[in-house]
Structures are given as structure tokens and as C-alpha cells.
């Protein structure tokens, strides 16, 4: 780790809890978590972790992540300290991945530019939201973007124009290695009040449907084919069960809480009821939104 830290100039911390890190404020320790301040930066750790076979995983601010008590053997990587670049010319957007989505949408609309508005209120990096292709109110972040610059956990640059990415609900096809550098956009002018109309709709639906009062990572499952996860799993009679300081919202039960001193394994416990009792009421298989690190695949999604 020493020698790592010595080829670093960006933020390096050891053993670091990851419950600082995400939106739910749950997770053990990384073995080192890295800000790196280039791309520079990151091709020598990412060097350094290809020699000496330590695993690498990336992310942005957390705010769709679940991460193991038992923590992370591995580096996580995240750009949101760092790689903030954000420039506007015109319509055309460059924006580096650690660029707070917020803050993107925020800058686009002071612009008269619109395309970006309803993701008002999404929180996270612009990194996190092309990976989860992060939507709301109709629209995605997928919609207008033209190109992206990623480099692989080998260190190598690759760009993609946006037809080459394949994108859907919550889904992106970038790869578990390939860190996302730099997005570009192309948004349309639009008049003011049309801006902010759609922005105050996206506004307030989020401050009336979502427990934004607590620590939670968003919505838990996709949304199945026809119907929404939460209605399901409010219909199962679940809504406000709680495991520990965990609590399915009784809000909105797509929005799995955290009271306080939460743990991975509460939550895990909560998504296999979840899973379970909508499998067995309706037949529906839900699946996962919500990315996890440290936890084992078929543990969170078996049946009980
Ligand atoms: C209160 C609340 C409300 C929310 N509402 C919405 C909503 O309305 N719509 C919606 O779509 N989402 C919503 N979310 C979920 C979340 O905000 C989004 O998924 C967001 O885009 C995640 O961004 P992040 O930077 O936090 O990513 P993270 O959670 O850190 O990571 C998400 C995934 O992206 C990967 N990743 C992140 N950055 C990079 C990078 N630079 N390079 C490579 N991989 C990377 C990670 O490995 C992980 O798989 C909500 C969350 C909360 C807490």
C-alpha cells in the first residue's frame, strides 16, 4: 500500500469504510478508496492494480449502491472528487464523470437548454448516471448524449458514440472495467417557462413520492413489465417491515430505508422477502436496481 501511495497525487485512503460513501451510508472497509486527479492519475493506479493483481472497482458518489458489512477487497476508484470539468458552449456539453448530475441539469437550464430538466433532484455522478442510464419523468440521461470517453481497467482509452452503447431501463452496456471519463451532449434550446414547467413537475412528484427524509439508495427493484415494483410489494402487505434499523418506506415500499445503524445483511434480508413474497403472490420475478459490491450474487436473490 506504501508504494501505492506514492505514485498517487490525487486522494488516497486507506481502509476506508465505504459506509462514507454511499447514499445509504452502509458498508465495510476498502482496502483503499482513490480519487485519482487525472486520467493520468488513473492509468498508474490502474497499472499498478493490473500488476499486482489487486481488484479495481469503480463508482461514483453511492447513491445506488449496496455494499457488504464485511467490506471490499479491493480498490474502489470513484472520479467524484476530481474529475469536475464541466464546459458549456452553445448547446454542446463536456462533462467529466465526477460532474454532479445536479449540477449539470442546474447548468443546462440556467442555459435556456432542455433535454436534462427532469432529472432534476436525481442524485449522483454523471459517471453513475450513464452506467445506470439514470431516468425520471420520462426522459433518461441516454437521451442526449452523443459520445463517451472510458478508459478500461487495463488502462486503455476507448471512446463510444452513443448508438454503439445499448441502452434501456436502468441499463447501460459499459463493461464492470471500463471507468467512465468524460460524457458529451447535445441538448435543444427551449423557452424558459417550457424549462421550468417540466422541472418543477419533476420536482414535486419526487418531493411527494419519494421518503427523501432518509437514507435510502433510491428505488430497490426495476419496475416490472405493466406494473410497479412498489405497488407490488405494497400490495404483498409489506410496506413499513422492518429487519433491524431497515425498513421497506412506508412511504413508498420501492425505497428500502435506513434508520440509523442499518446493516448490508438487514437489507439483503429485506430484498429476498421482497423478491419472495412477490414471486409467490404474483408470479413476478423483481429484479435489482440497486448495484451491490462485496455481496454474493445468488445470495441476495435466492428465494426464502
Ligand atoms: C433519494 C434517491 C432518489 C433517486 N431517484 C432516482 C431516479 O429518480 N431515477 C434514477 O434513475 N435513479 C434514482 N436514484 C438512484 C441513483 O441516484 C442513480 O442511479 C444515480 O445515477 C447513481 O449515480 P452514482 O454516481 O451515485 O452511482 P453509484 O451508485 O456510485 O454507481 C452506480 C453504478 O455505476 C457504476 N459507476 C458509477 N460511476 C462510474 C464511473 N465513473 N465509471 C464506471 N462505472 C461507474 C458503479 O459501478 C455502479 O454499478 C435515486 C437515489 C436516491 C438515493
Redesign the pocket.
Known sequence: MDKLKQIVTGSILENEPMSK????GIGGPAIAFITPQDRNDLKRILDFSNKNNIPV?????????LVSDDGIDGIV????KS?KKLEIKNNLINAE??V??GKLVKESIKRNLSGLES?I?????????????????GR??SNYLKSVE?MTSKGKLKSYISNEIDFSY?HSS?R?D????LAKFELDYEKPDIIEKKKKIASKG?KTN???RF?????VFKNPKNYAAGYLIDKAGLKGTRIGDAEISTHHAN?FVNHGSATSSDITKLIRLARSNVLEQFDIELEL???T?GIDKEQIEAYD
Open positions: 460513501h454511499t447514499s445509504y472497482y469503480f463508482i461514483g458518489s453511492g447513491s445506488n449502491l476508484i470513484s472520479p467524484a474529475l464523470s465526477g454532479m448530475l432529472l433532484g436525481v442524485p449522483g455522478t454523471l459517471g453513475g448516471a450513464l452506467v445506470m442510464n439514470a431516468g425520471a419523468f433518461e440521461i472510458i436502468r459499459f464492470t471500463e471507468f467512465i471519463l419526487r419519494q421518503p427523501l437514507r435510502s439508495a433510491g428505488s425505497f436496481e440497486i448495484r459490491l
